[in-house]
Nanobody, 124 residues
Framework: QVQLVESGGGLVQAGGSLRLSCAAS????????MGWFRQAPGKEREFVAR????????YYADSVKGRFTISRENAKNTLYLQMNSLKPEDTAVYYC?????????????????WGQGTQVTVSS
């Protein structure tokens, strides 16, 4: 069982930055990849970015490429999402998730463990 706890959300003006964190429980040896997803009001949850836990290979949604950076600190079992040049359309609840299966790790169905989410609101 892997437990995930997000933090770092908040209210920011357009063009600003936020950094999200996701602390994972100690049982990270089973994790293949960790990702960030988001869900805006009235919309489906969508993929934002992911990183493989061992190799650090990253992959981003086109909508955030060049603005967001995903990283991890294995010694602290912590995942990060640095979000720059934020736009109002980035407003959503952001979730971190962990996948134990080898794959592209961009689909919700590939992730077994989920955090509770943290709200990010970008004002115009």
């Amino acid at each position: 069982q892997v437990q995930l706890v997000e933090s770092g959300g908040g209210l920011v003006q357009a063009g600003g930055s936020l950094r999200l964190s996701c602390a994972a429980s100690a049982r990270t040896f089973s994790i293949y990849a960790m990702g960030w997803f988001r869900q805006a009001p009235g919309k489906e949850r969508e993929f934002v970015a992911r990183i493989t836990w061992a190799g650090g290979t990253t992959y981003y949604a086109d909508s955030v490429k060049g603005r967001f950076t995903i990283s991890r600190e294995n010694a602290k079992n912590t995942l990060y999402l640095q979000m720059n040049s934020l736009k109002p359309e980035d407003t959503a609840v952001y979730y971190c998730a962990a996948s134990t299966n080898v794959g592209l790790a961009t689909a919700l169905s590939e992730y077994r463990y989920w955090g509770q989410g943290t709200q990010v609101t970008v004002s115009s």
